[in-house]
């Protein structure tokens, strides 16, 4: 290797990516450097060979290649290309005894070497010369896909992949492949079924022997179905016998299709014999289920173990209960009893986890131990219990252990180590439920109290990495209340436990229950509730206990590598390379307990060796010792141990050989060492086997000499008998800067887990802890713990993170200290702010006591973990100093990143971003510091001013800011003898007040939150004092400062607190302001803020949470009142006023009061809506919280008939006034006037079967004179006492005119008495019947009088008290007002307007200027304008007209629709008209009166015609009326009830019409036409139908004057008598039009003419209710068109209407 040359020479031709390689360890070893023209990224090494891969993915090989068939010879001294693949950019290579393989970066996998037992995964061939494909395919999925692969391991005889999704993928032969077969070899890659669903993260191969590293799952979120018969015989797997008391149930299945091997925990550790001579018949459920834990089964004769075999089994009366398996999804096959069973009951069995002195043997009743001697058990288990604890496995809370199944064979309840999630929780098969639901009842009361017993070790589930948790469990299973003596023996305590489960029968249940507490309480990381019975029994505080797991840590770790990882193994375990504590082989995957919880990151495999690194930078090794490979002199050699290595040294690369372990760590200096454990290679080669054999090695890591000469290590690797190391040089400082923030987030790592580890676990396991902390500590600490955990995780998540990128990308921007900052500043705020509370609140203090106890008087240990520089500081102070070290570190990622910044150039984006993250951890560090000054100064002044006051206002994140117990600050007038003393917190300000004499004893004092505190200077110009005034919201006084700066001091601090209190920098989530930005200086007036009333009588304890100016609400914000009352809404000066919602709950009708609606100083006032707890819901106005003005209350319930309604006015919460009151029960209607609730006064009644009354009412009945109609016409006027009760003098009239005069009384409908004189008017009597007949509405309430209050209202809203008294100008601010505040609600929920509505809205926002008289333009622009406002009722217009709309159908819908009632109708609207006609002319005072004339546009002044001034009538459009202006928005809304009450009214004449219609529109055009009388020259000749010309025959039928026809059908389609009008207009223009077709010349109709063919277009347009049209137009035309051409033409069709029913056909 003449090429190589030794490390000590400079060497020009890399900087970075050196590849050293050498053999051994003694001094004289020099390694070599292999010379390559590119930096090496990563290199492998085989038995004696090597694969490297530089940069550009390209591949080297070096060493003896004996498959190159064109090499002269097969050792190659310097590296050749692999040539095949320089198309390829490979990114990862592996090298196993004598193959190789690499990855491409597009996933795929080369091979090549020997490939005798199908390594290389290519069948056929024995040697692969070349990388050659190879295809990796998924079966699965269809069409079979090609798995991506990340990474590749190679062994021995077999290679593992890792895909891109994380499962393993294995070829070649052997055990170690982990796959269900024996037929080797296996040529194409098959997935390893036991580990899918699992996140691997990193897979290593032994020579005979499998690695893998596993992320731990999360339990799943719903369990799965279990099963309950065996996967492979479909046998049940639970058996029942039932005895006379009790029930045995057995889970002993056993399935004779089972591979008899036992891939559980060590059964007896026997290193030399696998053949176990305890283990009977094991069963297996099926060769795609993991083998696991199944218990031995107990021999029938007790046996004698093989003489080398470690003593594992407990005395037979002992049965530990604590099953620590991490759950192997398994079958746990538990033998069936041989032995004889005590009592008939089942002892419930548990499984120790990977703790050979604590094996579980399945021990019974009768003496069936395998071991000859008791005494021999108890005391080896007393000399091994120290180094069980320090050793072995983190314990979770244990569980009792029993047959547990699952259909599914992925971990699915893993152990997080920060989580105390249970191990073994599969839940129970159905079959078990099903039967222990039968004899549950029996045994709930024991299971529950014993589940009670067991979950207390649950309490505290506190952070535990390494051996920690195992201590609290102990400290809690001491503490079992059934516990008759205290023993240090785990064996003792251990058959405690057993004792307490044997008393059930039914192992399963507990089992079960407490599987499904656990998850559950993993899976929600849920603060657990201790039992108070438990808590009564073992007499301890009841606390809640935080679980301290990390478990809500945020993705953003999703950046970071995971801390909770297993370790699982398979393959050959002759050496113990597994372990599992055993020499087993093992053909599946099984999960290394024993490495749980200890924060494995990478896994390293050498021939008959494995080692695991973990995040505290130590080193797992197990296996073959034969060299000294594993580090260390432990035994057993079958379980992991740690590798020897001196204090402060931390590994953090490792590296696996055949004979040989490398170790790569930081030592004191920056620079990484090397430590080499194994044995000694020779330098003469013709070394023969027995030589090697006797070689000398090392008994445990030593360091390699030439280290430091390397230059910079970042990764290393060992294969057969070499090593090699990856080196850079230091440029520019860059590589040093580096690994010194690596090594230092490392060894901060390690600081912290041995904060944890030293101090906390011990002090934990103190029982008077939480008794000498009291309550409020205990809990502090308990936060102090779970915070200090998170900030432990992170960093250990971190140090992981840069290790890799030194070892990979070395990209400045993939630094998560960077990209991620937020999430470290957050959790060290977080962290700072839990260890102040615990400092203010004395928590350092009484911790004192519980660590002289743990650590004795001096507390070395505590000292020693603080460094702390300070000699005899008192320990409270040292145990602050030391939970404050954390804040040093954040100065230290200051200093780091600003030293790796000046390797850039300034300019350079990298060196803006590295500035920053400085900045900011500097700015953090510094505000830290700040905040512990400020819990000092703090926990000084509490020890300063003990007293009840000041215990009373000592809360955790409350910190001193400064007090007045100088005199600088007092009260003004305040009395002599009084004293006052200010405190101000950073959320308080505090008023103690006192007498003189007793300056410590303050009578009372008054807290008042900063948040809603305002302080202002006053002036001293003419005043001479130095004074500040506070505000709160119920006090405001004036402070006094003895001088300027005094006053000047306490107003910035009160200001800058108030500032951050309202930040929300308060106490916890404190946040530096980020750097150079000033704060203000005065807090803002206005402000969001939460403050109960103490005082005020309106108020009183309610809670206000919202907006305030001043010391007052003001804008929106939630009162809550104790009793459950709540308003939301807005405030102005401390009042609900504007939209508010209250409600108020209602015990007895167990509902509430709901008003929603608009508010006055504090008082319901304006339009609302009140729900009432009955069921009554009142919409309409308030005044004073009374209903008063226009409103609507239903009554009954809330469905859409509500048994009543009430529409009218109220005056102070009565009825008064004029209203409508439909009465659905009873069928009937009343309109008419109330007071006081009573109907009183005038009033119509009708009722659902044609009833109809109008008269006098009077105390809520009718009485007084009164009119009475039937459906018949049958007619009572006179005098009534009660409802329909006729009671004195009046006149009975019949239908036939027939009537009698005299006194009646009785009650309508039954019979009648009467007395009194029957008159029969004669034919000629005509004078007498006009005195009879009925005049109608003269009783009813006229209707001027209807609907005032609507009316005022819209004046009211006008800004007028009463109808036309105010200012125009006032109007138009109003409308103004109230249109733009209901654009701002709806902009707020846009949802609630059309986009149609929005345009309106802004349309309206022009309000129609004009000056000097209304001219015809002008008119139609207010026209134009009033229809908008119509249209919405957020005008005030739209509102009124909205309101009438509602009340007319109200009153003339349902049992109102009665045709007596139409006059009324009529007279209402036509009443609304000149109403709103009053209203329009306030807004336009220039608009002339009903019928004045429109002034004529200027322009047409000269040339005016003097002939117009004949014309009888004005034109129509020139006259200002009502109608033509309002009916058009009005009677459309109107026009359903209306017409209804006229086709009541018209309806006999409508059928008389109607009859008369059809039979006359049987006939032919031709026919009709002479029938009627038409003139001959006016029939028409021809005809067109659709579009061509016929002629028209006899026969032809509805095609004459068809144009007119459909014309005059459109008058059912209209609403308004004008455009009624107009049809009929349109209708004779058309018949004019057809008829001067015909004549072809010039001509005038005549009335005789004009007639008859009006009456044939009437008749052919068939309009149903034409009486009803005719008489709506009669009523509601505009008077000013009725002598003009329209009034002709209307009476022309009136006419034709009369005509038609009259008609006789002849």
């Known amino acids: 290797m003449e090429k190589q040359i030794s490390c000590g020479e400079e060497d020009g031709s890399g900087e970075k990516g050196l590849l050293h390689t050498w053999r051994g360890y003694s001094y004289s070893t020099t390694p070599e450097r292999l010379l390559l023209s590119r930096p090496v990224l990563q290199a492998a090494l085989g038995a004696r060979h090597g694969v490297l891969l530089v940069e550009g993915g390209q591949v080297y090989s070096f060493g003896e290649l004996p498959w190159k068939q064109n090499q002269p010879s097969s050792v190659v001294t310097e590296p050749i290309l692999e040539a095949v693949l320089s198309e390829q950019r490979v990114v990862f290579v592996a090298a196993g005894f004598a193959h190789s393989g690499v990855v491409t970066e597009d996933g795929g996998v080369h091979m090549w070497g020997e490939n005798a037992h ?192 470690t003593p594992a089994s407990e005395p037979q009366n002992q049965v530990p209960a604590s099953s620590q398996e991490p759950v192997e999804p398994a079958i746990e096959d538990s033998a069936e009893l041989d032995g004889p069973t005590t009592n008939g009951e089942v002892c419930v069995e548990a499984a120790e986890t990977s703790t050979p002195e604590l094996d579980s043997c399945r021990a019974t009743g009768g003496k069936s131990s395998p071991y000859p001697d008791e005494q021999a058990v108890k005391a080896y288990l007393k000399r091994l219990s120290d180094h069980a604890l320090a050793e072995h496995t983190t314990k979770t809370p244990s569980t009792l252990h029993s047959a547990q199944l699952s259909s599914d064979h992925a971990d699915h309840f893993t152990s997080d180590p920060l989580i105390p999630v249970a191990q073994s929780v599969t839940p129970m098969g159905s079959a078990l439920n099903n039967l222990v639901v039968s004899c549950a009842s029996a045994v709930g009361e024991r299971v529950v109290s014993t589940y009670e017993a067991l979950s207390l070790r649950k309490v505290i589930g ?84 935080i679980p301290l797991a990390a478990g809500g840590i945020p993705e953003a770790d999703a950046h970071l590598p995971s801390l909770q990882t297993e370790v699982w193994s398979w393959g050959c375990g002759q050496e113990g390379q597994l372990g599992h504590g055993d020499l087993l082989s093992r053909p599946q995957p099984v999960c290394v307990k024993s490495l749980n919880g200890k924060e494995v990151l990478r896994v390293a495999a050498g021939a008959h060796h494995s080692l695991a690194l973990t995040a505290q930078s130590q080193v797992f090794s197990w296996g073959c010792n034969a060299s000294g490979q594993l580090g260390h002199m432990e035994t057993p050699i079958t379980l992991p141990h740690l590798t020897k290595l001196s204090d402060g040294i931390r590994v953090w690369d490792i590296g696996a050989g055949q004979q040989h372990t490398l170790l790569l760590a930081d030592g004191d200096c920056i620079q990484p060492i090397l430590y080499y454990s194994g044995q000694q290679v020779k330098e003469v080669m013709e070394q023969t086997e027995e030589e090697e054999q006797t070689a000398e090695y090392t008994q445990q890591p030593v360091l390699l000499p030439f280290c430091m000469n390397l230059g910079y290590v970042s990764s290393v690797c060992a294969g057969g008998r070499t090593c090699a190391a990856l080196t850079d040089r230091n440029v520019m400082g860059f590589i040093a800067s580096l690994h010194e923030l690596a090594a230092a987030e490392r060894k901060y790592y390690c600081k912290l887990s041995s904060i944890n580890g030293l101090l906390l676990q011990p002090l934990l396991k103190l029982d008077s802890l939480s008794s000498a902390l009291g309550q409020s500590s205990a809990g502090l600490l308990q936060n102090l713990i779970g915070r200090l955990g998170r900030l432990s995780q992170l960093t250990g998540q971190n140090s992981a993170s840069l290790t890799s990128f030194l070892q990979r990308s070395r990209d400045i921007r993939g630094l998560v200290i960077l990209d991620d900052a937020h999430l470290f500043l957050d959790t060290y705020t977080e962290y700072c702010s839990a260890v102040g509370d615990l400092l203010v609140m004395g928590g350092f203090q009484a911790l004192v006591k519980p660590c002289h106890d743990v650590f004795g008087k001096g507390a070395e240990v505590i000292q020693k973990l603080s460094e702390c520089s300070e000699e005899g500081l008192p320990l409270a102070d040292v145990l602050a100093h030391l939970f404050y070290l954390p804040i040093k570190h954040l100065h230290e990622y200051g200093r780091l990143l600003l030293k790796l910044a000046t390797c850039y150039e300034v300019s350079s984006v990298d060196y803006q971003k590295l500035q920053d993250a400085c900045a900011k951890y500097e700015s953090m560090a510094l505000h830290l510091k700040r905040r512990r000054k400020e819990a000092e100064y703090t926990l000084h002044f509490w020890k300063s001013f003990p007293g009840k006051m000041t215990d009373s206002l000592r809360k955790p994140s409350r910190r001193l800011i400064c007090e007045s117990s100088n005199k600088a600050l007092t009260l003004q007038n305040a009395g002599r003898f009084s004293v006052n003393w200010f405190i101000l917190f950073n959320d308080a300000l505090v008023h103690a007040q006192g007498m003189v ?121 939630v009162v809550k009142w104790p009793d459950g009352r709540m308003y939301t809404g807005t405030f102005k000066n401390g009042f609900e006023d504007g939209f508010g919602d209250y409600v108020v709950p209602n015990k007895t009708l167990n509902s509430c009061d709901h008003y929603q609606g608009q508010w006055k100083d504090g008082k319901m006032h304006g339009f609302g809506t009140f729900r009432y707890a009955s069921g009554e819901i009142y919409e309409g106005s308030f005044q004073d919280n009374m209903r008063h003005g226009h409103g609507m209350l239903r009554s009954g319930k809330l469905n859409s008939t509500s048994p009543s309604v009430f529409i009218g006015q109220w005056q102070y919460d009565k009825k008064t006034g004029y209203g409508v009151f439909d009465d659905i029960t009873r069928g009937e209607k009343y309109m008419g006037m109330w007071l006081d609730d009573l109907r009183q006064g005038n009033g119509v009644v009708v009722t659902q079967f044609g009833l109809y009354y109008e008269g006098a009412f009077s105390s809520n009945k009718m009485m007084g004179t009164g009119v009475l109609l ?205 109403r709103i006609f009053q209203l329009v002319r306030f807004l336009f005072p220039d608009l002339p009166e009903e019928g004045g004339s429109l002034a004529d546009p200027p322009k047409e002044k000269g040339g005016s015609d003097p002939a117009g001034k004949q014309l009888e009538s004005p034109k129509p459009g020139c006259v200002v009326s009502s109608s033509a202006l309002l009916l058009p928005v009005l009677l459309p809304r109107l026009y359903p009830p209306l017409f209804t009450l006229y086709a009541l009214e018209k309806e006999k004449e409508d059928d008389v019409y109607w009859e008369c219609v059809l039979r006359l529109n049987k006939q032919p055009d031709l026919a009709l036409l002479a029938f009627l009388g038409v003139q001959q020259k006016f029939w028409p000749v021809t005809v067109t139908v659709h579009g061509e010309k016929q002629q028209v025959l006899s026969s032809t039928k509805d095609s004459c004057f068809a144009s007119a026809v459909e014309t005059l059908q459109q008058i059912s389609t209209t609403f308004t008598p004008s455009d009624k ?82 008609e006789k056909i002849t």
């Not at 656990?518 to 108070?532: D, L, Y």
């Open 462 to 545: 506190y952070w535990v990495p390494g051996e920690g948790r195992e201590r609290v469990e102990e400290r809690l299973r001491l503490e079992e209340p059934m516990q008759g003596k205290k023993s240090s023996s785990l064996g003792d305590i251990r058959e405690e436990e057993a004792e307490l489960s044997r008393r059930l029968s039914l192992p399963g249940l507990l089992s079960q229950d407490f599987a499904e507490f656990e998850v559950k309480e993993s899976a929600s990381n849920a603060t657990i509730e201790v039992s108070p019975r438990l808590l009564r029994r073992t007499s301890r505080p009841r606390a809640r206990a």
């Open 1270 to 1474: 039937s459906e018949d016409d049958t007619t009572f006027e006179g005098d009534f006492s009660e409802d329909w009760t006729l009671n004195g003098k009046g006149v009975l009239t019949m239908p036939n005119g027939d009537y009698i005069e005299g006194s009646f009384s009785g009650v309508w409908g039954t019979g009648l008495k009467m007395s009194g004189s029957y008159y029969k008017p004669s034919l000629y009597d005509s004078d007498k019947e006009k005195a009879h007949a009925l005049k109608l509405g003269r009783l009813a309430v006229h209707s001027e009088e209807k609907w005032k209050a609507v009316f005022l209202e819209c004046w009211n809203r006008l800004g007028c008290d009463s109808p036309g008294q105010g200012q125009t100008t006032t109007a138009w601010d109003n409308i103004a007002v109230a249109l733009t505040a209901n654009r701002r609600q709806q902009r707020d929920s846009p949802e609630l307007l059309s986009r149609s509505h929005h345009k309106t809205l802004e349309s309206l926002e022009f309000i129609p200027q004009q000056v000097g008289p209304v001219t015809l333009e002008v008119y139609h622009t207010i026209r134009r304008y009033l229809v908008k406002a119509c249209d919405t009722p957020l005008h005030p217009l739209g509102r009124l007209v909205e309101t009438l709309v509602s009340v007319y159908r109200m009153t003339y819908v349902g049992v109102g629709a009665n045709r007596r009632l139409l006059p009324q109708a009529v007279n209402e609207i036509k009443s609304y008209l000149c």
């Open 997 to 1117: 004499p007793y300056k410590s004893l303050f009578s009372t004092h008054h807290v008042f939150p900063l948040a809603t505190l305002w302080v202002e200077p006053i002036s001293e110009e003419n005043t001479g004092i130095y004074g500040l005034k506070v505000t709160s919201p119920e006090e405001s006084f004036t402070l006094l400062a003895s001088s300027p700066a005094e006053k000047a001091k306490w107003l910035r601090s009160i200001n800058q607190a108030v500032e951050q209190a309202l930040s929300g920098l308060l106490g916890h989530d404190g946040i530096p302001p980020s750097t150079g930005v000033t704060q203000r200086a005065d807090p803002p007036i206005s402000r969001t803020a939460s403050y109960t009333f103490y005082k005020d009588s309106r108020l009183k304890e309610a809670t206000y949470e919202g907006r305030w100016v001043s010391g007052k609400p003001h804008g929106r914000g």
């Open 1621 to 1702: 009008l107009q049809v009929i207009q349109l209708t004779f223009e058309e018949i004019t039009q057809e008829v001067l077709a015909l004549l072809k010349q010039d001509f005038l109709w005549s009335m005789d003419d004009l007639f008859p063919v009006f009456l044939f277009v009437v008749l052919r347009a068939r309009i149903r209710n034409l009486g009803s049209e005719v008489s709506l137009i009669e009523d509601l035309m505009d008077p000013c068109v009725q002598h003009g051409e329209h009034g002709i033409m209307f009476t022309t069709l009136k006419a034709c209407y009369y005509q038609i029913q009259h």
């Open 118 to 309: 199908g390594q290389c995964g290519l069948s056929g061939l024995s040697f692969i010369p070349n990388p050659t494909p190879v295809g990796v395919l998924d079966p699965e999925a269809t069409p079979p896909q090609t798995v991506k692969i990340l990474e590749v391991a190679c062994g021995d005889q077999h290679t593992l992949a890792l895909s891109a999704k994380h499962e393993v993928w294995a070829w070649g032969s052997g055990c170690q492949l982990g796959l269900n077969t024996s037929t080797f070899p296996v040529w194409k890659p098959q997935k390893v079924e036991h580990l899918a669903g699992r996140h691997v993260l990193q897979v290593a191969c032994g020579a005979a022997h499998s690695l893998a590293l596993v992320r731990c799952l999360l339990p799943p979120q719903e369990p799965r179905k279990p099963q309950d018969k065996c996967g492979q015989c479909h046998q049940l797997l639970y058996t029942m016998t039932d005895k006379e008391d009790h029930v045995i149930i057995s889970d002993g299945h056993h399935c004779p299709l089972g591979v008899e091997l036992d891939c559980s925990e060590t059964r007896s550790a026997s290193e030399g014999s696998p053949d176990q001579s305890s283990r009977g018949k094991q069963g297996k459920s099926s060769p795609t289920e993991p083998v696991t834990s199944m218990p031995s089964q107990i021999p029938k004769s007790p046996s004698t173990p093989p003489p080398e075999s």
